[in-house]
């Protein structure tokens, strides 16, 4: 399988700002196959999602309810957390979702990235960055709860 471990610098701010102004509109989330979830377990410079006993396939009413949902993240991540850095608006950024399932609750992990990040297409390929600070980040969302968890920006390798 393919994997995307390239290191990639922080984007000045202002390029930041205009790769994400650029998608805004668009629909930049993909919901991946089963088989990419172990790729992006393995993250670089984040976290990696909490260890899950089995995956699911999130259906088309779970993306909707985590798209209208999504707007909310930026103010539900704790204010202690990334040293004091913002998301800003999430639907700017090109967002994986990938079901796993942690101590039998049917969970939601956002792989997410400013678009001008990754060099394949984020629709087939599971995107694996080292660095880029709060241009990658990621977090678990919750479908019963609708509640957003263990958020956490990329290093700044």
């Given at each position: 399988m393919w994997m995307?471990?390239?290191?990639?610098?922080?984007?000045?701010?202002?390029?930041?700002?205009?790769?994400?102004?650029?998608?805004?509109?668009?629909?930049?989330?993909?919901?991946?196959?089963q088989d990419q979830g172990e790729i992006v377990a393995e993250q670089c410079s984040r976290p990696n999602p909490p260890p899950y006993q089995s995956v699911w396939q999130p259906g088309p009413a779970e993306v909707q309810q985590l798209e209208q949902d999504l707007p909310a993240l930026d103010a539900r991540?704790?204010?202690?957390?990334?040293?004091?850095?913002r998301v800003g608006d999430p639907k700017a950024y090109d967002r994986q979702y990938y079901g796993i399932v942690v101590q039998g609750r049917r969970l939601i992990y956002?792989?997410?990235?400013?678009?001008?990040?990754?060099?394949?297409?984020?629709?087939?390929?599971s995107i694996v960055l080292c660095g880029g600070g709060n241009g990658a980040w990621g977090a678990l969302y919750d479908p019963?709860?609708?509640?957003?968890s263990a958020f956490a920006f990329n290093g700044a390798r």
């Open positions: 995307n471990r390239h290191r990639c610098r922080a984007l000045p701010a202002l390029a930041a700002a205009l790769a994400l102004a650029a998608c805004a509109d668009e629909v930049r989330s993909a919901v991946m196959g991540a704790p204010a202690d957390c990334c040293g004091g850095l956002i792989n997410a990235f400013i678009p001008t990040m990754a060099n394949k297409d984020f629709r087939s390929y019963q709860s609708r509640g957003f």
